[in-house]
Every structure is written in structure tokens, then in C-alpha cells.
């Protein structure tokens, strides 16, 4: 008989499968252009858009445990914890802006974001999750793999 742990980690498991799942028969990603090519990557300028965000700290920001706390604050917001209860479409990509602490072990600030679909750039649903906010970026620029 598995311990609650273990039926914890098979929980997430299929939550994130059944979500895997959900993504690949539709997603839509945040708008860009390719402002140049490489073998195996680009830079894409992105427009002004909205996004909702979530601030952590953790020294591992891509798989230490704010990770996913981080995550799930903002897949519960697209889930329905939002000012209108309604479920919003996964989108990509999920954005994480780190800011490195001093130090070689010191916490990482970082910024983890969900694109918020085209359709709802104008009445964009609030949070009601006080950890999670509309994030109105302008313009900006990334590398990214292809």
C-alpha cells in the first residue's frame, strides 16, 4: 500500500499528464516575431501584452520546491480562482524572469508568468489569490531555443 506521499506524487503525476493532454489539441502562444535565427535558437521580440505573475525565491528557481508552488498558484488562477470564476485556456509560453542573489548559494528572485489569451487582453479576469497579479509588460525581447 503506497504512503500519502507517494499517492501525492501519482496525483500530480496525472494532473499534470491529463494537462499535457489538454495542451496538445490546443494552446495558444503569446504573439512574437523572430527577429533573428541561429542553428539552434532566436530572439523574438514580443508586443506590449498582460500576463498573470507570481513572485518566489529559491535557490533551485527551475526545479527546487517554490517551483512548483509557484506553478500551481498560477494554474489554480486559470482553473477558476479568479474574480469571475471562470477557467482560462492554458497558453505558452510559461516566462520566468530570474534575478540571481549574491552569493554562490543565495536564493534567486524570479518572476514565473502565464501568457493570458488574446481574447481576455482587454477584461482580463483579477486573481483572488493575493500572491498573483496582472502583469502589463512592455514590449521586450528573449532568447530562446527553437
Not at 488562477?77 to 470564476?85: H, L, T, V, W
Amino acid at each position: 500500500m503506497g504512503t500519502v506521499k507517494q499517492n501525492s506524487q501519482t496525483m500530480q503525476a496525472l494532473v499534470l499528464l491529463s494537462l499535457a493532454t489538454l495542451v496538445s489539441c490546443y494552446l495558444e502562444i503569446a504573439p512574437y516575431e523572430v527577429m533573428k535565427e541561429y542553428d539552434e535558437w532566436e530572439v523574438r521580440k514580443y508586443p506590449a501584452t498582460k500576463w498573470i505573475s507570481t513572485e518566489a525565491q529559491d535557490p533551485m528557481p527551475h526545479d527546487g520546491p517554490e517551483h512548483q508552488k509557484a506553478f500551481y498558484r498560477l494554474f489554480n488562477y486559470i482553473d477558476g480562482s479568479n474574480n469571475i470564476e471562470t477557467k482560462i485556456p492554458m497558453t505558452a509560453p510559461v516566462t520566468m524572469r530570474i534575478l540571481p542573489g549574491e552569493g554562490p548559494n543565495c536564493g534567486r528572485n524570479y518572476t514565473m508568468s502565464f501568457y493570458i489569451p488574446s481574447d481576455m487582453q482587454l477584461e482580463t479576469p483579477q486573481p483572488t489569490d493575493p500572491m498573483l497579479y496582472v502583469e502589463e509588460r512592455a514590449e521586450f525581447m528573449v532568447v530562446a531555443r527553437r
